[in-house]
């Protein structure tokens, strides 16, 4: 071997553990060598920083000596790696909650590895042992565990459904709420794709575009809803927030979603609108009955009028009577049915009122009879009346209670086959009145008597309507009394005839009873007046302007609101009859002018409408309307005005 070879060979020789000395020096973790008899041979910086112990005072001392280990739970001194490295030539990885006790007895957690040292012939001839201070991470994976287990109570305390995916959206956990709610069990979820659960009821295909979006662009879910049915659950309204959860360190990134279940809040919402509606339905039916019973009323008023016409030709002639009974005993029919359509409309909203006075029920019931007596005679049925011999005092509106009663009696009359038989009784017993109505008619058939009082409630009609109406006559009568504070129950045996009774609170008698003044009625003779009749009705106006002539008076006719207003100032009435629904300028528009005109501000106005709420009678007296009559108005109502403006024109 030239002197060259052995020269560069010297060289190599003592480079090379030089080479590895500043290789170890320059490594961020402990680092430690020892010969193969343990001791130590090399510290780096790092090392004796961790140890205590500085590479001149440690080289050749036992390792066991510098590097001194415990177990971290128990205290007890542990075996180094280094041995088993230099006993079985293998490289020993642990890092099995180990604590370094450095020199000046301070205590750090640590990670371990050893490795054997071989020669060239391959002999172990030491270890090199790496450490590192794992303090600081210690403490990150406590926070970690501590932000974890704060996570999962708060997850754990929600109400809805919560889960965490990961990025294949495959469930990594689940809250209790969602394992309830959803009646599913951890090993059917965990682990699992999101959209494999329920039996693959998730697999929306809005969903799963959103959740890849999540995934992909971090773009979350915010608000979105989705109609599900589900085996366990049936029709669910779900709405689902998602956001993706990054980890800022080796924690796996995960997709938080979040579900609740707002099936009862839509139900409730579809509930509000569907009463809204129906609110709304109730409202344009009763605007419509308003309106059908107004227009009903205009053709009424001139054949009412025409009845009374001729009924002041007292003509002998039978067919021509019997003609004229029919055509008012229909008039008086349809009537009857235009004021129910009216009065349905005015109790559903609640703008009806009582005017309740201190009343004998005795003569309610006599004025009842008395109405529907000819009714009851026509179908030639008996009527029995049993009443106590002592008033029956109520508070009540002698007018509503009358209509009640006249229903009742009208229904046992119409549905009882002719040559029946009726009985009224009234009676007294403790706080309250009782009317009892039975009737030996057909009887009430057992699917509607629990009905019977619902609006528009009627039974089976017949081909020949014989049995006719609307359906709505008990259900007024039921509201009526509710309003009197009373109560009203049927009972029937289908064939065997039906009772009504009526209950009504009794209030004491007064001290001293006061006597009502009989009712005014016209005076064909009574001095005559100008009348200025104004309807766009010809018909109407001109049965009436005949009425008014046969009376008497001297009519003049107009039938719109300016000709009105012209004849008025030329005519100078005593008394107007002016229609409300005019055309051009309507009859509230003509009274506030008539009311502005000093020659004309004594003239007497009379709205004539089919209009008659208490809103529209308040309207007219703002217009200037000193009475108020409902069409078609009975002549008898004209006549007790006429005769109220004689006597105030009489000097």
């Known amino acids: 071997m030239t002197e060259a070879i052995r020269e560069n060979r010297k060289h190599s020789l003592y480079s090379q553990p ?8 320059s490594i961020g973790d402990a680092v430690m060598t020892t010969d193969n008899s343990g001791r130590i041979t090399f510290l780096n910086s790092v090392a004796e920083s961790l140890t205590g112990w500085e590479q001149k005072e440690a080289e050749g001392v036992p390792l066991d000596t510098v590097f001194r280990i415990v177990n971290e739970d128990t205290h007890h001194t542990t075996e180094s790696p280094t041995i088993r490295a230099l006993r079985d030539g293998v490289v020993v990885g642990l890092a099995n909650h180990t604590l370094l006790i450095s020199k000046d007895g301070t205590e750090r957690p640590i990670d371990d590895s050893a490795a054997p040292i071989r020669n060239e012939q391959g002999e172990v001839v030491g270890v090199v042992l790496v450490f590192r201070d794992v303090a600081e991470r210690r403490e990150q994976e406590n926070h970690l565990q501590d932000a974890l287990a704060y996570a999962r109570s708060i997850i754990g305390t929600l109400r809805e459904p ?44 809005g969903l799963r575009l959103l959740l890849e979006n999540v995934v992909a662009d971090h773009q979350p879910i915010n608000d979105f809803e989705v109609a599900q049915t589900f085996a366990k659950l049936g029709h669910r309204f779900i709405v689902l927030n998602a956001r993706r959860f990054i980890s800022t360190n080796s924690f796996p990134d995960l997709i938080l979603l979040a579900m609740e279940d707002v099936t009862d809040r839509r139900q409730l919402e579809r509930a509000k609108l569907q009463g809204e509606i129906l609110a709304d339905q109730h409202r344009r039916k009763d605007e419509f009955l308003a309106m059908l019973s107004h227009e009903l009323r205009n053709p009424l008023a001139p054949i009412q009028n025409a009845v009374h016409i001729l009924r002041l030709k007292n003509d002998d002639d039978p067919i021509q009577q019997q003609a004229r009974m029919i055509i008012e005993r229909q008039v008086g029919q349809m009537t009857a049915l235009v004021n129910d359509l009216l009065e349905v409309s005015r109790i559903t909203t609640g703008r009806i009122q009582l005017r309740q006075d201190r009343i004998i029920l005795q003569g309610v019931v006599e004025a009842a009879v008395e109405a529907v007596r000819p009714f009851i005679d026509q179908r030639r049925h008996s009527l029995t009346l049993t009443m106590p011999a002592v008033p029956v005092w109520l508070r009540a509106d002698t007018a509503r209670l009358e209509q009640v009663l006249v229903n009742l009696l009208n229904n046992a009359a119409k549905y009882t086959d002719e040559g029946g038989e009726i009985v009224v009784m009234v009676e007294q017993e403790g706080e309250e009145a009782f009317i009892r109505l039975k ?44 309003m009197h504070g009373g109560r009203i129950e049927a009972t029937s045996v289908a064939g065997q005839g039906s009772e009504f009774i009526v209950r009504l609170p009794l209030v004491a008698a007064p001290t001293t009873e006061s006597s009502s003044c009989p009712p005014i009625t016209g005076n064909l003779n009574s001095p005559s007046l100008r009348v200025l009749v104004v309807d766009d009705n010809k018909d109407a106006a001109q049965t009436l302007a005949v009425l008014l002539k046969a009376s008497g008076h001297e009519v003049h006719s107009a039938h719109d609101g300016h000709s009105a207003l012209e004849a008025a100032r030329v005519y100078h009435p005593n008394l107007i009859l002016l229609d409300i629904g005019l055309p051009g300028m309507n009859g509230f528009e003509v009274a506030k002018k008539v009311r502005q005109e000093t020659e004309l501000n004594k003239v007497v106005l009379v709205a004539m409408t089919g209009y008659g709420q208490e809103t529209d009678k308040r309207r007219s007296k703002e217009a200037g309307f000193d009475h108020h009559l409902v069409k078609p108005a009975d002549f008898s109502q004209v006549l007790r005005i006429l005769t109220t403006v004689v006597s105030q024109t009489e000097p």
């Open 18 to 25: 030089e080479w590895c000395r500043v290789t170890l020096a």
């Open 439 to 482: 009737d030996s008619g057909v009887g009430i058939s057992p699917d509607l008597l629990p009905r019977i009082f619902d609006l528009f409630t009627q039974a089976e009609r017949t081909l020949d309507r014989s049995q006719g109406g609307l359906g709505i006559g008990l259900a007024l009568v039921e509201r009526l009394v509710a």
């Open 162 to 205: 919560f889960v965490a995916l990961d990025k294949e959206l495959r469930v990594r956990t689940a809250n209790e709420a969602y394992y309830r709610i959803f009646h599913a069990a951890k090993t059917e979820t965990e682990g699992h794709l999101f959209f494999e659960l329920e039996e693959g009821q998730w697999n929306v295909a």
